[in-house]
């Protein structure tokens, strides 16, 4: 689907990607964190893991981000605030939160790209800046993906998560480009491009499960992986021999 980027002049300097969801699933990882977290639990502090077995721990998590809305960017200040609040509870060792969320944290790392995700990012990274715009937690650095882009962007250290607009605003202002020269890639409608869109930035949705588009604001690209979008951008904006660009 092609709509205003392929009409306007203005062209595409940069790149910022979301990562759950659309560079790797995150349920598998998440699923995986929290089972090494509840065998460490059981080791640890076998109080604890026995009153929050997975799925315990899990509704205990929610209802924390809840009661914490100041948190709602900080997925990690919400788990580290969930296993402090367990611990206590079941009279186990408080100081053992942080290691227990460092089990957690490294397993949740260990993501399963999807196939065309390395491939693409090469495609990607060797003509547009990259820069990655996340809510998560993710760490580019242990995942193994840093090397492809040149900064990355968190709603944690910058204070407010997708879709606030000044999100997308701070990595245009990183990346020395205008918000109308910055081309947001996501996968969820509402945090990623419609929150992209009203930030005045260009839009694709990776819609990986051929879901129908939900809303009346339509994203200047629909493509279904990495692939696509890198064939869409070739199409849109020729290579030139001296790629890349470099805001």
Not at 25 to 45: D, G
Not at 113 to 127: N, S
Not at 153 to 182: M, N, S, Y
Not at 212 to 227: K, R
Request: one cysteine or more; charged letters at 25%; hydrophobic letters at 45%.
């Amino acid at each position: 689907m092609l709509s205003s980027a392929a009409v306007t002049d203005v062209p595409i300097r940069a790149l910022t990607l979301d990562l759950d969801d659309t560079l790797w699933p995150i349920w598998p990882a998440i699923e995986r964190a929290e089972a090494a977290l509840h065998a460490w639990l059981a080791q640890h502090a076998p109080a604890t893991a026995a009153r929050y077995p997975m799925h315990a721990m899990r509704e205990l998590r929610d209802r924390i981000a809840a009661q914490n809305p100041e948190l709602a960017h900080d997925f990690s200040a919400q788990r580290r605030l969930c296993l402090d609040h367990a611990l206590r509870e079941c009279d186990d060792d408080a100081a053992c939160a942080q290691a227990a969320f460092d089990v957690f944290y490294a397993a949740r790392n260990q993501v399963d790209l999807y196939e065309d995700t390395i491939e693409g990012l090469t495609r990607l990274a060797q003509r547009f800046p990259l820069a990655a715009l996340t809510n998560g937690n993710a760490d580019l650095r242990v995942i193994g993906l840093q090397q492809h882009f040149v900064f990355q962007l968190g709603a944690r250290e910058h204070g407010a998560a997708k879709p606030d607009p000044g999100i997308f605003h701070a990595a245009c202002a990183r990346l020395q480009c205008t918000p109308d020269e910055v081309l947001h890639i996501g996968d969820d409608p509402e945090l990623d491009v419609l929150g992209a869109h009203r930030a005045g930035l260009r839009t694709v949705w990776i819609n990986r499960r051929d879901e129908p588009w939900p809303h009346p604001e339509q994203p200047d690209f629909i493509a279904p992986d990495l692939h696509a979008l890198a064939d869409w951008l070739d199409a849109l904006q020729p290579p030139a021999a001296s790629d890349r660009s470099t805001p």
